[in-house]
């Protein structure tokens, strides 16, 4: 017994000494950017990482100038970041369930998602006002579901979920504004019989599926979103799109891959030609020929079909299963991403019009004109191995993104040479630059949102987060200044600056809101019949009733109105077994409803830390057995 003791003793130690030794030789080896933290001095840590520090460094009390707002891919939500920092500051229920919020739950989250339990939310888009962002709304398309989402920037809550959409199958190819938020285009990635619900064998594939673009109204007092008109289109996979503006405004354009139609094999089939296609569309002429009822309806849609609106549609050859499409700043050009090719290819708007004017076509295809490719065409720039987006500054460079080389290019717009690369870790998809999308780029940051991350944070499995690089754009050569790790999986984000959005801090007295209450002499349960209506105020540290007594089989209707009118007190509600939680927000009236069918007590309570005596905030949900 003894001896075991002791041995265990010598070993504890011997190891304890070993283990003390290697951590000396291991972190004496390790450079300063591999540890945590800097050195308190200056000593062996390079100029080049005090001034990223300095750079992405936010104090205490102070604020990030930037508003970084980056989808959520295939979890449905929109993160909100503060650049530089890169702290992320929220996160936004759009197409998924959030019990925090209780998104979902509450009645009219529950008919905003529908049938849908997720979505696929690539590309945000901020709403514009003569093509810069004006901080009222964001926009994101559901590619699952063929949806879009308005989100509110005065309470960063989702307010809006359009769709299915009619005859749009997978629409990643939005979504992109017109520059005074008119509509945006929402095109289609996989071809189909329409409306939905059709069915027509592969086979039929040249004939009977569709692609479709959709371009969805938006109303400027409010946002609400609608779909105006579609446009019929080949069955080719149109991937992204973007918006003319300045002297291109009234167009978009859309790059397509599988113009060889194919529906087998895709990775194979669809690479074959080496050029696929920019189709340009005149999106004021369809609005005029939807006005002039040139339409028929599909799908409860007002359906355009181009043939009868000549001069509506025309396609620019492109290499090489082009992903990206991005207008420039001023709108003169618009750059294709070679994705398979190593160029991106930039064609100038004025040359598209002079062979639209000068009927200089090289041939057509589906019944539509196709540009001469050598005139339309001011440059192939050889930016490196597959460029996927670009995005600009305000110094007429443009970014190119290069997935395969994991890089950033930087190249100019004036004489179209590459002036700068750096590496990025690792396949970057998207770019976004400080208002990049707008006329008036800022410039100064540009993030990179790379794909994996493999090595560049502490482990956490065969699984890694997504990553996103902060990159500097201040200076001649581009420099990473900072990596954030990011959930599953932004495919777009944008950048606005901060004080273009005014947020509220609590929603106004309304007695005029349904099931609103706002004196605990209101606060009441209501019975009729088998119908039972709880209005309930939550108030620092009580909710009134804190007891709700009915039977089982009753269909509830549960109001909660928050009246602490103070800035970020918010109370939750949730009720124990009953798969029930929500938040009300300062001055916020929730809606619940719910079948009593469960009989027993019930303890409900506020989930949302709101006060010292917020553990005592509290009460019994009483439901009576039938029996
Ligand atoms: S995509 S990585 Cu879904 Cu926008 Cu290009
Ligand atoms: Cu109310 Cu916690």
Not at 317 to 342: Q, R
Request: hydrophobic share 35%.
């Amino acid at each position: 017994m003894q001896k075991i003791k002791l041995k265990t003793l010598f070993v504890a130690v011997a190891g304890l000494f070993v283990g003390l030794l290697l951590a000396y030789s291991i972190s004496s080896q390790i450079s300063p950017t591999t540890t945590g933290g800097l050195k308190a001095s200056k000593e062996g840590v390079s100029e080049d990482i005090i001034d990223a520090a300095l750079k992405t460094y936010v104090p205490p009390g102070q604020l990030d100038e930037y508003y970084l707002f980056a989808s959520g891919g295939h979890s449905g939500q929109l993160f909100v970041y503060g650049v530089p920092s890169m702290r992320r500051i929220r996160s936004i229920p759009v197409f998924n369930k959030e019990s925090a919020i209780g998104y979902g739950w509450t009645t009219e989250s529950k008919e905003m998602l529908g049938d849908f339990a997720w979505g696929d939310a690539h590309h945000p888009a901020l709403s514009e006002t003569k093509g810069d962002y004006d901080g009222r709304w964001l926009f994101m398309n559901d590619n699952a579901n063929s949806r879009v989402a308005r989100v509110n920037l005065d309470s960063f809550t989702t307010q809006q979920i359009l769709g299915p959409v009619p005859n749009v199958y997978g629409p990643h190819g939005s979504v992109f504004l017109t520059p005074n938020s008119e509509y945006f285009m929402m095109a289609s990635r996989f071809a189909g019989p329409i409306p939905y619900g059709t069915y027509s064998e592969l086979d039929n594939f040249k004939e009977d599926y569709k692609g479709v673009m959709a371009a969805i109204a938006i109303d400027p007092k409010d946002g609400e979103m609608s779909v105006g008109w579609e446009v019929l289109l080949p069955p080719w996979s149109y991937d992204l799109s973007d918006a003319g503006k300045g002297v291109s405004d009234g167009w978009c354009f859309l790059t397509t891959y599988n113009t060889e139609e194919a529906y087998h094999l895709l990775e194979v089939e669809s690479s074959q030609r080496e050029r696929d296609y920019i189709v340009a569309i005149n999106w004021k002429m369809l609005e005029q020929a939807a006005k002039d009822g040139k339409t028929k309806d599909i799908g409860g849609a007002k359906v355009i079909d181009p043939n009868d609106v000549p001069g509506s549609v025309y396609l620019v050859p492109c290499a090489k299963s082009p992903h990206g499409v991005d207008v420039t700043p001023d709108g003169k050009y618009f750059i294709g991403n070679g994705k398979l090719a190593p160029i991106v290819t930039v064609f100038s708007f004025e040359k598209f019009m002079e062979c639209v004017n000068n009927k200089d076509f090289q041939g057509e295809e589906r019944g539509f004109p196709i540009v001469n490719y050598e005139k339309t065409r001011v440059a192939e720039v050889e930016v490196g191995l597959g460029p996927l987006h670009t995005q600009f500054d305000d110094q007429g460079n443009a970014y190119t993104s290069l997935f395969v080389e994991s890089a950033v290019a930087k190249w100019s717009l004036s004489d179209f040479k590459v002036t700068d690369k750096t590496q990025v870790h690792y396949c970057p998809g998207h770019l976004t630059s400080a208002e990049g999308d707008t006329v008036n780029p800022d410039g100064k940051y540009l993030v990179s949102l790379n794909k994996l991350a493999k090595d560049k944070y502490l482990s956490v499995g065969p699984s890694h987060p997504e990553s996103m690089q902060l990159i500097d754009l201040t200076s001649s050569k581009m420099k990473v200044l900072y990596d954030s790790p990011v959930d599953p999986e932004p495919h777009f984000a944008q950048m606005i600056k901060a004080d273009k959005i005014k947020t509220f801090e609590v929603y106004p007295k309304d007695e005029a809101r349904e099931g609103a209450v706002y004196a605990k002499e209101d606060a009441r349960v209501v019975r009729d019949g088998k119908n039972v209506t709880v209005y309930m105020m939550a108030f620092r540290s009580r909710y009134y009733p804190d007891t709700v007594e009915i039977n089982e089989g009753d269909h509830v209707t549960w109001y909660i109105t928050n009246t602490d009118f103070d800035e970020d007190i918010t109370h939750g509600f949730g009720i124990m077994f009953y798969d029930i939680n929500c938040e009300a927000q300062p001055g916020q009236t929730q809606k619940l409803e719910f079948v009593a069918d469960k009989a027993g007590v019930y303890p409900y309570y506020c989930t949302n830390f709101c006060s010292a005596l917020h553990q005592e905030m509290q009460g019994y949900l009483l439901v009576k057995p039938k029996s």
